[in-house]
């Protein structure tokens, strides 16, 4: 079992940034990939990035250049620093783990409003 917790989320304004944690727990040493999603109200959940363990990362062209994921492996933890915030990224973000099967971390709320 793997364990996801994310933290960092909250209330931003338009063009504001916003970093997001996601710390890993459990049977980790099996990972093999982790990475963000995102769920607005009202829509489905849509791949936002991901990071290999090899540190090779792709991102959803609707936050290219805005959004940088990056993992500290001393800490078992991943991190969306995203910037030029916009409306539309407002959704409940949730980091994801790996290893054959999928581990879902409970979400965090972003908020993007003037």
């Known amino acids: 079992q793997v364990q996801l917790v994310e933290s960092g989320g909250g209330l931003v304004q338009p063009g504001g940034s916003l970093t997001l944690s996601c710390a890993a727990s459990?049977?980790?040493?099996?990972?093999?990939?982790m990475g963000w999603y995102r769920q607005a109200p009202g829509k489905q959940r849509e791949w936002v990035a991901t990071i290999t363990i090899g540190g090779t990362t792709t991102y959803q062209d609707s936050v290219k250049g805005r959004f940088i994921t990056s993992r500290d492996n001393a800490n078992n933890t991943i991190y969306l620093q995203m910037n030029s915030l916009k409306p539309e990224d407002t959704a409940v973000y949730y980091c994801y783990a790996s290893r054959g099967k999928v581990y879902w971390g409970p979400g965090t709320q972003v908020t993007v409003s003037s």
């Open positions: 459990g049977s980790i040493n099996s990972i093999l990939y």
